[in-house]
């Protein structure tokens, strides 16, 4: 059952950072070019790095192939003693040097930005360990089946480019040189077709003007049709000579559980410095008040009342502030009524009116429910501090199996989660628990802040 508040009124929100510069204007888009792709591909210079790469690619497979043909086979004969294994390791290491080769001239021609497998494991020191761990290691066997499926990848790939080019050129330029034929061959020009009784040359101008449109629609397609194969190339570098799936998700969980140490960790000096910095230090005070009064309570009882009135109203601002606080760390409506009544006195704070729709199923588990609370009001700060807004809406929502959040207002919009701001913190938090951060705010306005989690419902005793 969807819940719907409005709100409006000043108060105080959650700060997110003094520094933080969430609008601004974004960035110029250059000239646009004058030619369309389909014409400017044979000029690019992307479409002679292609061609390089397919030129390049038959004598290093040639080389591969053959380093890892002979010494696999080298290795596998000799295995009935010793001596195959440290072949069979030399074969691998070669294997990996030559796809760190490959990863270099897919960069630097295809642009293809391919990182290296993950490291050997040499857990002891010594030659034999060093064997042992070239030959357990996935990305040894994965650069060997790069180097067997790479050579007749590569002669096909260098074929079809030579023989297409060759033809789109030769063609494209045959009102050039035609009169070769007749001068030097005996012929009228290019033969089309020819038997004992036949000849068709191709050497009038009608015949020669549609040579060369030929040759131009040639010279227009084949870039594209080598692009269509590098980019093949390049998914068979980045499937076999980076890392695995599984590695590349041991790093993201690493960089995740660094995000959150990090978090965890300014969090804690938050609260640290907001307790040293207000109640504590408010605290301290109205006890030295107190001890005054204590002394002046029989030489001037008025005074010292004074004084315990005083201390009385300060009391009362500790405990805001502790409240606050508290209310920072995780409030207590949101554990007893739900995100609908959390985010609904969020809003109640906020200094721009703000519409509030919470529409689930039900709750979601409380990790998920305290991010999603705390990422509303992040975004409810920015719009409060930094976008001129007159009005802001929250919507909450369940998606298959994401928890769906959208924050918009009608600002001045220019807003970069890329630009270094507290939106790119938030991103980074979110992308911690596999949440996604995503932003729409073109310059003038309005802004569009949608995040993304995971969805995991609350355990049942809960």
Not at 70 to 90: D, Q
Not at 400 to 414: S, Y
Not at 426 to 445: H, T, Y
Request: aromatic residues 8%.
């Amino acid at each position: 059952m969807a819940t719907q508040y409005e709100h409006g009124g000043y108060g105080q929100g959650y700060d997110v950072g003094d520094d933080e510069r969430r609008y601004g204007p974004g960035p110029h888009p250059g000239p646009r070019p004058r030619l369309p792709a389909a014409l400017r591909a044979p000029f690019e210079a992307r479409t002679w790095r292609e061609l390089g790469y397919v030129l390049l690619s038959l004598p290093v497979s040639i080389a591969l192939f053959t380093w890892t043909v002979t010494m696999v086979s080298l290795g596998a004969g000799l295995l009935v003693t010793f001596l195959g294994v440290p072949v069979l390791a030399a074969a691998l290491a070669g294997c990996r040097g030559f796809g760190a080769l490959e990863r270099v001239r897919a960069r630097a021609l295809l642009g293809v930005d391919v990182p290296g497998p993950e490291p050997l494991r040499v857990r002891k020191p010594g030659a034999l360990a060093w064997m042992g761990a070239v030959l357990k290691s996935g990305a040894s066997w994965r650069s060997l089946l790069y180097a067997l499926v790479q050579f007749p990848w590569a002669v096909f790939t260098f074929t079809v480019a030579v023989v297409l080019w060759t033809l789109s050129l030769t063609f494209l330029t045959y009102p050039l040189w035609f009169w070769v034929f007749p001068a030097y061959a005996g012929e009228g020009g290019v033969q089309l077709y020819g038997d004992e009784h036949h000849h068709i040359y191709l050497d009038t101008p009608f015949e020669i003007t549609v040579t060369a449109l030929v040759g131009l629609l040639f010279t227009l397609a084949t870039p594209w049709l080598v692009r269509a194969l590098t980019t093949l190339d390049g998914l068979l570098v980045r499937g076999l000579l980076g890392p695995s799936l599984l590695s590349e998700r041991v790093v993201e969980l690493e960089s995740d559980r660094g995000v959150v140490v990090d978090t965890a960790a300014a969090d804690l000096r938050r609260i640290e410095r907001d307790l040293h910095d207000g109640a504590q230090a408010r605290l301290v005070g109205l006890a030295m008040d107190l001890g005054l009064a204590k002394e002046k309570m029989r030489e001037d009882p008025q005074a010292a009342a004074r004084m315990v009135e005083d201390a009385h109203g300060e009391v009362k601002t500790a405990l805001q502030e502790l409240r606050a606080l508290a209310r920072g760390i995780h409030p207590a409506v949101l554990t007893d009524r739900g995100l609908d009544a959390a985010l609904s006195a969020v809003a109640s704070r906020c200094t721009v009116p703000v519409r509030v729709e919470v529409d689930l199923p039900s709750r979601p588990a409380p990790a998920i429910e305290g991010i999603a609370y705390f990422t509303v009001c992040e975004l409810l700060q920015n719009v409060a501090k930094h976008s001129g807004a007159r009005s802001a809406s929250v919507d909450v929502w369940h998606a298959e199996d994401r928890l769906m959040l959208q924050v918009a207002d009608d600002g001045v919009g220019g807003a970069d989660a890329s630009a270094g701001s507290g939106l790119a913190g938030l991103k980074g938090r979110l992308g911690a628990v596999d949440g996604i951060l995503l932003v729409d705010s073109p310059a003038g306005g309005p802004t569009r802040v949608i995040a993304e989690l995971p969805w995991r419902g609350r355990p049942a005793a809960s």
